[in-house]
């Protein structure tokens, strides 16, 4: 039996996430489709393969942002002209009531494109979580004094897996990078001084997907962007210039699902510390995953030497607490788990808790 109270709280919950995170245009859609969902209008058909879903589960699977991406698909397509010209622009704020109802009319004409977008789960692969994870990467650089050999998982496009070759401004707290790099990342540094100087080389990067973007396909690019709220323009070039830089250093993701494509390449190297990393991608695995994932790691973790270190650095949704975004991270020898951080989910702040 549909629960349309649990799916409606959960676009509710999302909208006031969209306009706390400085998207006041999603923020107004999802609480029109909220409107929708409630009524039984055409969002039921969109939302059928969560039909019995909790407003938790719909959250965890990120039902909102699924069906916020494949509007803003549309627009990015050229195929809807009515829902674009409604859409914000750098120049108007856009009219989300006129958004919606265009929105409707093309739920209602072409189902088959929002049952087909919103079948996998969000990439978002955004760019700034690197400022967060910068701080996980230079604190394994530190205590090991070692190269890095980074692994990642659920990596989307891939983009993060540059995180050494873009620009990094903390304000007071410090910066890091290179200055001539066309990726600027600003982030608030909060709490703590952090450990911006340290230098950190990386020796070899890879990383996997379920299902990877290839950035070298335009269509890819375009969905890749569609997650990202619309009326964020500065999110949406700092994506471009990063898919810029990505296609020039030919960055690849395997695809492949995480267990088994870190079963294959997580052996700890000499002479490099190991660091497995992924950042908002954890909440989208079934728990047998999750558990088979931990194990594989912790298990290479067994094996970890003092030239030979092993790292596992996550930016992730408390399990308690799925606003509460947490950078943890694990290294081995040893095996002890620290909070460094909590960090806004789209990396504009970094409250470091680490000693």
Known sequence: MTDPAALARAFELQAGACVAFGSPFSGALLSLAKQDIEAGGPMAAALAPWAEASTRLAMTDAVPIRWLGAVHDLVLSGEAPALAAAYPSPAEPGDAGRAWAAAREEMVGRPDHFIRFMAHEPQTNEVRRSACLLPGFLTVAAETGLPLQILEIGASAGLNQLWDRYAYDFGAAGAWGDAASPVWLDAEWRSAPGPFDVSATVVSRAACDRKP??????????????????DQFDRLARLDAALAMGLAADTRVEAEDAVSWVARRAMPAEGAATVIFHSVFWQYLPPGTQTALGEAIAGFGAGARGRAPLAW???????????????????????????????????????????
């Not at 070298?216 to 619309?230: S, V």
């Not at 950078?327 to 470091?352: I, K, M, N, Q, S």
């Open 213 to 230: 973007v290839d950035i070298r396909d335009p269509a890819a690019r375009r969905r890749l962007k569609a997650y990202i709220w619309a």
């Open 313 to 355: 650095l996550r930016m992730e949704p408390s399990p308690a607490n799925l606003a509460d975004v947490e950078l943890r991270l694990t290294v081995w020898p040893g095996g002890e788990e620290r909070l460094l951080a909590h960090v806004h989910p789209h990396g504009a702040w970094v409250d470091w808790a680490a000693a």
